[in-house]
């Protein structure tokens, strides 16, 4: 169950990475806007603010991320899940803000995504590109050893591509495409920072599974090494972030054949 106030801790840095993406989507006047895996819907909120006369759509597979969502006009929300959501219309612009990294088929629904969208449409998507971080080798790392039992189905390698493979996916489907990674130097304050961040995000599985003296024992080792791996200084924890953006336009001729 994700947990929305872990996942709001560090919501201004967790915000930028939607702005830097949005911020390349130069559609003028869209109708039509989802937001997939919204979250708690904050920034949904924002793509209506951006575009006052668009209809704004959000959904998100949690039901305790969608009770946080705000009301508003021309604003609303549901729960799904992206692997089977369809739009009842073409859409001008769909979202999709660190969603795509927890579906490991995201690449077959990129080609039905883009034949959703309205001839012109947007698609933009980011996700994290850490996976090879010491926040996510040392989290795997421990679900190999004692908890493997519990863990072991947990692990994920690489579980997304390069920009350049996002590129020659969609030029594919006929989109003109902008990709590229940043990585962020998040400053972060406070005592077990790193382990702080990844409660809210890559943390929460192992944290559903686990029973209650074992992931006290899990976390107690893991913040250990995260700590050593991520030393505090008097400023804070720097905690380099890498991620990875793709904006996509579809073709004004038409709509795209080869979507599932």
């Keep these: ?17 939607f702005f830097d993406l949005t911020g390349r989507i130069t559609a003028k006047d869209p109708a039509y806007v989802v937001d997939a895996g919204c979250g708690t819907g904050d920034l949904t909120a924002e793509l209506a ?48 803000n660190a969603v795509l990294q927890w579906v490991p088929e995201h690449r077959d629904l990129l080609p039905r ?70 990585t962020y130097l998040h400053v972060l304050p406070g005592e077990n920072a790193v382990l702080h961040w990844v409660s809210g995000t890559a943390l929460r599985p ?17 913040a250990a090494e995260l700590n050593e791996a991520y030393p505090r200084r008097p400023y804070g924890t720097v905690f380099p972030f890498r991620r990875i953006f793709v904006v996509a336009r579809k073709s004004g001729a038409g709509r795209v054949e080869g979507g599932r």
């Design 49 to 96: 603010r951006r575009w006052p006369g668009a209809e704004v759509h959000g959904f998100d597979s949690s039901p305790a991320m969608i009770d946080k969502a705000p009301a508003g006009d021309r604003l609303s929300f549901s729960v799904g899940d992206v692997t089977d959501w369809r739009p009842g219309r073409p859409v001008d612009v769909i979202v999709s």
């Design 206 to 222: 192992v944290i559903d599974r686990l029973p209650l003296a074992e992931r006290n024992e899990f976390l107690a080792d893991f």
């Design 113 to 182: 995504w883009v034949q959703d969208l309205a001839p012109g449409g947007w698609l933009a998507f980011q996700m994290p590109g850490n996976f090879d971080a010491p926040s996510h080798v040392i989290l795997r790392d421990l679900c190999r050893t004692k908890w493997l039992e519990w863990l072991g189905d947990l692990v994920r390698n690489e579980p997304v591509g390069t920009p350049a493979e996002y590129l020659e996916l969609l030029t594919g489907l006929g989109c003109a495409v902008d990709a590229w990674e940043t």
């Design 1 to 17: 169950m994700w947990d929305p106030e872990a996942y709001g801790r560090y919501a201004d840095e967790r915000s930028r990475p």
